[in-house]
């Protein structure tokens, strides 16, 4: 696979609790340089990532991360104001309290009102695979797709493991045709990268493509 395909598909990653704007403006830079599909970054960071790009590429960011146990009403809120500041995508964290609990409408319940709170941007769907059962990630994949959603994300990156290929296999096998697939956590060769979007990923979140390629330019 050609490298600009796999850059294309790529949601350019920062969200250390210790980032500053010189980070941010640095994967701006390098996500500008390499044609990826986004940068992904802390919230606080939208509005002064969005104007600083001018255009040049998508600004997405998280929301109910990295537990994903906020309220609803808090969710809407921080996907409010994240639009309101820029942001072209969201990546929500789903309440896995209520997955253990098989209280599955709460969660599409939510997906939803969070669907409407953006307004018409793109939503992916954290659900965190390295914490749920395969029941319970085939039940979620059931769940996005029933609630709209745009993609069904793999991990936060925060949390005992990222993505696999299993789990992207199975969300290939069991999402709806509507929904697309982002596998993020750990992603650290093009060859994962190639191997994951032949399983069917349609983004990678991840910084480590780009920090590669930019370590082999040297």
Request: glycine share 8%; charged share 25%.
């Amino acid at each position: 696979m050609d490298r600009a395909e796999i850059f294309a598909k790529v949601d350019h990653t920062l969200l250390a609790q210790t980032a500053t704007w010189e980070d941010i403006r640095q994967i701006c830079d390098d996500a500008a340089n390499y044609g990826t599909a986004s940068v992904c970054i802390p919230p606080a960071y939208v509005k002064q990532a969005k104007e600083y790009l001018a255009g040049r590429v998508k600004v997405c960011t998280v929301i109910g991360f990295p537990n994903g146990y906020h309220t609803t009403a808090v969710k809407e809120f921080e996907t409010r104001d994240a639009v309101a500041n820029g942001a072209d995508e969201i990546d929500m964290v789903i309440n896995l309290g209520w997955v253990k609990e098989k209280a599955f409408d709460k969660v599409e319940k939510e997906i939803c009102a969070l669907k409407n709170a953006c307004q018409g941007r793109i939503l992916k769907v954290i659900i965190e695979t390295c914490l749920l059962t395969e029941e319970e990630k085939i039940k979620m994949c059931e769940t996005v797709t029933n609630a709209g959603a745009d993609y069904i994300k793999t991990s936060t990156g925060f949390s005992t493991s990222g993505a696999t290929f299993a789990d992207v296999k199975l969300f290939a096998e069991h999402v709806g045709g509507t929904v697309k697939i982002k596998a993020a956590g750990g992603i650290s060769s093009f060859a994962d990268a190639e191997e994951f979007i032949r399983l069917g990923a349609d983004r990678l979140g991840t910084s480590r493509i780009i920090k590669l390629a930019k370590k082999e330019s040297f």
